[in-house]
Structure formats: C-alpha cells, structure tokens
Nanobody
C-alpha cells in the first residue's frame, strides 16, 4: 500500500555533493521511519541512514557520519539525503525505505517498503 519514488542520483567527482530525494505515497500511517540503504555491485545491501517521523531522531552508518545528513518533510512525506564529501566507496544504487521505527531500521534493517533505487557514481 506504500509506493516510494527515489531520485537525485548521478555522477560526481570525489569530494562533490548530491542530494537524494524520496516521496512516499499510499497508506503511510503507522509507518514512522524513512531511510536509505545502498548496494554496490557484488555486495550486500547496507544501511546508510534513517529518520524517525515521530521525533526526528536520526541514525547513520559510521562510514557516512559527518558527511551525510538525512532530513524529512512530514507534510509532504518526503525524505532527503544530503551527501557531501563523496568518496568512490560511496558508489552504489541507493534505495529509499519505509519502516515502522528508525532505530529498528538502523539496527535490524527492518524495512516494509523499498523505492526503485537511484544510481550514485563517484569518480576517483
């Protein structure tokens, strides 16, 4: 009952910035978290960041702390991922996600719905 559309990926040089966006539609009630995962070729999907729709608390994987910022727009069911100081290791398909709890999304990778993914490529 929830559809996610993520966008904003592209090709940037190391040190550059991108902002990813995701809009959720459908029956989002009782889903209190949105976040981002990423998957590089040949690697498992990994958690990147999440945000609580209830109190705004955020969670990040250690490798992006201080570089990425997740934010929300409750009225529009939007979540953003501002990515600064990008590194080649950040190259991946980034997927928007909706779940019931931001902490559970971060710690348990608990996800109910996924976006289609947007490609981020960082050149060295």
């Amino acid at each position: 009952q929830v559809q996610l559309v993520d966008s904003g990926g592209g090709l940037v040089q190391a040190g550059g910035s991108l902002r990813l966006s995701c809009v959720a539609s459908g029956r989002t009630i009782s889903r209190y978290a949105m976040g981002w995962f990423r998957q590089a070729p040949g690697k498992e999907r990994e958690f990147v960041a999440s945000i609580s729709w209830l109190d705004g608390l955020t969670y990040y994987v250690d490798s992006v702390k201080g570089r990425f910022t997740i934010s929300r727009d409750n009225a529009k069911n939007l979540v953003y991922l501002q990515m600064n100081s990008l590194k080649p290791e950040d190259t991946a398909v980034y997927y928007c996600a909706v779940g019931g709890d931001a902490q559970s999304m971060a710690e348990l990778h608990a996800v109910d719905y996924w976006g289609q993914g947007t490609q981020v490529t960082v050149s060295s």
